[in-house]
């Protein structure tokens, strides 16, 4: 967990970002189907990145932003684990989020809902700072030493 020198090795980043990403759609899937799925008669991709589907005009709009909200927060959760430093959580949930909006584009158009950006802004800010939170307080744990006494 802890390293001496940083090396920058890219490849690793790039493995980080995409093993990120696809527990961050895998987490997102899971909430959707149990929020979501049991609501609507058939499931599809507009849920996941079309913008019109985050709304708070509908009960599914709101089950929706939850789903979103909770994957961040499992973001935040797998980030403990893949990513392993503070410093790097903010990088790591904006790339996630910038990755996201590009597929947003090109599915369904440039998100012009402001419930869109409003959930997406609050689920990078609750992915990068908890996953901080998280991170530092294993970062500041104590390292155990044992002493072996000898009975002699």
Same mark, same amino acid.
């Given at each position: 967990?802890?390293? =001496?020198?940083?090396?920058? !090795?890219?490849?690793?980043?790039?493995? /980080?970002?995409?093993?990120? /990403?696809?527990? #961050?759609?895998?987490?997102? =899937?899971?909430?959707?189907?149990?929020?979501?799925? %049991?609501?609507?008669? $058939?499931?599809?991709? @507009? #849920?996941?990145? !079309?913008?019109?589907?985050?709304?708070?005009?509908?009960?599914?709009?709101? #089950?929706?932003?939850?789903?979103?909200?909770?994957?961040?927060?499992?973001?935040?959760?797998?980030?403990?684990?893949?990513?392993? $430093?503070?410093?790097?959580?903010? !990088?790591?949930?904006?790339?996630? *989020?910038? +990755?996201?909006?590009?597929?947003? +584009?090109? *599915?369904?158009?440039?998100?012009?809902? +402001?419930?869109?950006?409003?959930?997406?802004?609050?689920? %990078?800010? @609750?992915?990068?700072?908890?996953?901080? #939170?998280?991170?530092?307080?294993?970062?500041? $744990?104590?390292?155990?030493?044992? $002493? *072996?006494?000898?009975?002699?």
């Amino acid at each position: 967990m802890f390293y =001496g020198a940083v090396v920058w !090795d890219p490849w690793l980043i790039v493995a /980080q970002i995409v093993c990120l /990403q696809c527990l #961050y759609y895998l987490t997102l =899937g899971v909430f959707l189907s149990f929020l979501v799925g %049991v609501r609507v008669s $058939r499931m599809s991709l @507009v #849920y996941f990145f !079309d913008f019109a589907s985050v709304t708070t005009s509908t009960v599914t709009g709101w #089950y929706v932003i939850a789903s979103f909200l909770l994957s961040s927060i499992a973001g935040a959760g797998y980030m403990l684990y893949l990513i392993e $430093r503070a410093k790097k959580c903010l !990088d790591f949930s904006a790339t996630l *989020y910038i +990755i996201h909006l590009f597929i947003c +584009i090109i *599915y369904g158009g440039w998100p012009s809902s +402001i419930t869109w950006w409003v959930v997406n802004g609050t689920g %990078v800010a @609750v992915m990068a700072l908890l996953g901080e #939170y998280l991170c530092i307080r294993r970062e500041l $744990r104590e390292i155990p030493i044992t $002493r *072996y006494r000898s009975n002699v």
